[in-house]
């Protein structure tokens, strides 16, 4: 029955493939691919209960297809591999996915390229279930790149529009995202040659049956080896290895300082955010991390760098989040500080907590996009929430189904952020005994819960400013995932509730981490985060949906401005990384290539090399053509000029 989690992946490839090569019309392509995710999800579950029947001690099923590469020693299997880590991500991806495929019906209605867009809505469930589901990291690495093409497709969906309502190109905005991830991708590239050249294999564990040894098993081998770097000394491959991998997931999962193209991502249709920063894309870093924790638990890893940065774009992203005025940016920032949290606890061996941070921020985080969503197609397609407010009234579901997602990614009690989050700072606090890093991530929860405070006042309170005085709810085709979301994010932190520990068992046969034991301490500290995150949010609504209400109109600065001024136009810009960016690289980059387009190349090879020989050439055969007169007196003439030429010559000569 192993050959049952083939399934998973091949259903989302066969509704990509029809619906590329048959399918004509758009409800049909919707269902479809909604269809074909929903049979993914049904063969998630069934080979969650055969890996549940299997005994403790071999709870992974594998199904080899064939022997990929085969080059002397250096063997490569084409094979899945499905054990309680790929459970989890296969459920949260199909599960989730397919909400958002049912959305996307009656979202995208009307949409005049359908059929195209649900086509790569199955191929980027494809890509991500094979970036879960490999049994090697070449393997993985295919579905690494196969989910960056399909955001540059998404992304780009409206690719023939200048701009949209964020005011940025789709086009530009898909490339970017292509651009800045090959950054990350090059260096997990050279994280696989490490390890082919050191270990001899890109398996994760043994495979009997073809004879391939796995590098995880090997862990203890490559700890010992490394690196000469000459005059800088000799450098710990783990450590190489571990850098490389976390540069790559710095790029896959919007890390600092990779993270600039996500907020610009907002470009693409709306479920199509909802399924990079929920199901897919976002989470593969996290997952690559975890997929790998052998090499990070080695003492000579990059671990603490990657706790660093994870804490470091936690805070960031949530600043940068303050700032914004498009409804769906102000959600792309805090995925990028969600992530933050999740790369943080992987970064200090709190594997099972992120991947609670990962599971509930997925339910929560898509019910917000989808319900942004919502908005956005009540009110016109406007998205600047200046343009917003005393939605309330005119959406009182879209209204309640964002306040429980609001109040979920804030971290208040009892919604599911409300535990994970605690977890991962209970983590840093107690076991990475780090408290600076805890501080940070308590603030950070503060900032989450006024930037969504601050949300939630300028799009449903106060006075309802022109768009959205006309506004209507959504039909029930995009309603009804919504709901379901929002179940998910009331009950969600019950998979690894205290005392329950139901992750934390499920997980076991993968990450041998013992249970959180939850102490009188713990629960201060998660009273006192809950408290400092109640008053931020309450301090966020207040100051945006009552008092400065009408200053909050087109033109007019931000109430927050007046506070922080200057501080304030660094969180607008997302601290500047694009501005440095452009000066660093893309200016001096266009520059050269301007000036190898026309000097180098125009004037240079076109205009001397090519098109001077071709002028000589001309030239030289226009000279030789006044001597061509066809007159024999003229040829004998010429003919006793070089008889004396000659002669004189051989007579100068001697």
């Known amino acids: ?45 069934v080979a969650m209960a055969l890996l549940e029947s299997a005994p403790a001690d071999a709870k992974r099923l594998t199904w ?86 399909c955001s540059f497709l998404l992304i780009g969906h409206y690719f023939d529009r200048r701009t949209v309502p964020p005011g940025i190109n789709p086009s530009d905005a898909a490339v970017k995202a292509f651009v800045v991830n090959r950054v ?62 976390l540069v790559a997931v710095a790029g896959k999962s919007a890390q600092l300082p990779l993270f600039t193209w996500l907020p610009d991502a907002m470009a693409g249709p709306t479920p199509v955010s909802a399924l990079i920063h929920a199901a897919t894309m976002v989470t593969s870093g996290v997952y690559l991390i975890v997929r790998n924790h052998t090499l990070f638990d080695q003492p000579a890893s990059a671990a603490p760098w990657v706790l660093v940065i994870g804490v470091m774009t936690a805070f960031i992203g949530a600043t940068a989040a303050v700032a914004q005025l498009d409804i769906k940016r102000v959600l792309a920032y805090s995925t990028v500080s969600q992530l933050g949290y999740m ?33 956005i197609h009540g009110i016109g397609g406007h998205q600047d929430m200046r343009r917003m407010g005393g939605l309330r009234d005119n959406l009182p579901m879209t209204f309640r189904l964002y306040l429980i997602g609001a109040l979920a990614l804030s971290g208040i009690f009892p919604l599911a952020g409300f535990w994970s989050k605690d977890e991962i700072i209970a983590h840093a606090w107690f076991d990475a005994r780090s408290p600076l890093a805890a501080i940070i991530l ?50 969600g932190g019950l998979i690894n509730f205290p005392g329950l520990h139901w992750l934390n068992s499920y997980l076991r046969p993968v990450l041998q981490e013992p249970e959180v034991i939850y102490t009188f301490g713990m629960g ?90 071709a002028r000589g050439l001309m030239r030289l055969a226009q000279g030789l053509r006044l001597v061509q007169t066809g ?3 003229t040829y004998a003439l010429m003919f006793l000029v070089g008889v004396i030429i000659v002669v004189a010559f051989f007579a100068l000569r001697g």
């Open 1 to 45: 029955m192993n050959w049952i989690i083939w399934l998973i992946p091949a259903f989302p490839l066969l509704g990509f493939l029809l619906n590329m090569l048959m399918v004509r019309r758009e409800r049909d392509a919707g269902m479809l691919a909604a269809a074909m995710v929903g049979l993914s999800f049904v063969a998630t579950i």
């Open 442 to 491: 308590i603030l950070t929860s503060a900032v989450t819960a006024f930037y969504m405070g601050r949300q939630i006042g300028m799009v449903f309170f106060g006075r309802p400013r022109d768009p959205a005085m006309h506004a209507h709810e959504s039909g029930a085709m995009m309603r009804w995932p919504m709901v379901a979301l929002a179940g998910g994010a009331v009950i």
């Open 524 to 613: 201060i500290l998660a009273t006192i985060t809950t408290l400092v995150s109640a008053g931020a949010g309450y301090l966020g609504w207040k100051t945006y949906a009552r008092d400065l209400e009408p200053r909050i109109r087109i033109g007019k600065d931000d109430p927050a401005f007046r506070y922080l001024g200057d501080l304030w136009r660094g969180m607008e810009i997302g601290w500047g990384l694009d501005w440095l960016y452009q000066r660093v690289f893309v200016r001096p980059y266009r520059t050269a290539s301007v000036f190898l387009s026309q000097v180098v190349d125009r004037e240079g090879i076109d205009g001397v090399l090519v098109g001077g020989t």
């Open 631 to 633: 007159y024999v007196r």
């Open 343 to 375: 790369v943080a606890a992987v970064g200090m061996g709190a594997y099972v907590a992120g991947m609670y941070h990962l599971l509930t921020h997925g339910l929560f985080k898509a019910l917000l996009f989808l319900a942004a969503g919502s908005v």
């Open 64 to 149: 080899t297809l064939w022997e990929w590469i085969s080059i002397a020693d250096f063997r490569v299997a084409f094979g899945l591999l499905f054990d309680p880590l790929t459970a989890v991500m296969a459920l949260l991806i199909t599960g989730v996915g397919g909400l958002i495929h049912i959305y996307s019906i009656g979202y995208m209605h009307g949409d005049v390229r359908p059929v195209r867009f649900f086509a790569f809505m199955n191929l980027f469930v494809f890509a991500m279930l094979m970036l879960v589901m490999a049994d090697n990291l070449l393997l993985l690495f295919l579905g690494w790149e196969g989910v960056g093409l």
């Open 184 to 245: 990350g991708d090059a260096a997990m590239l050279a994280a696989l040659f490490a390890i082919v050249t050191n270990v001899g294999t890109l398996s994760f564990y043994d495979n009997p049956q073809l004879g391939i040894g796995g590098y995880l098993d090997q862990a203890i081998i490559i700890a010992g080896e490394t690196v000469d770097l000459g005059a800088f000394g000799q450098l710990p491959l783990i450590a190489g290895i571990t850098l490389l991998m």
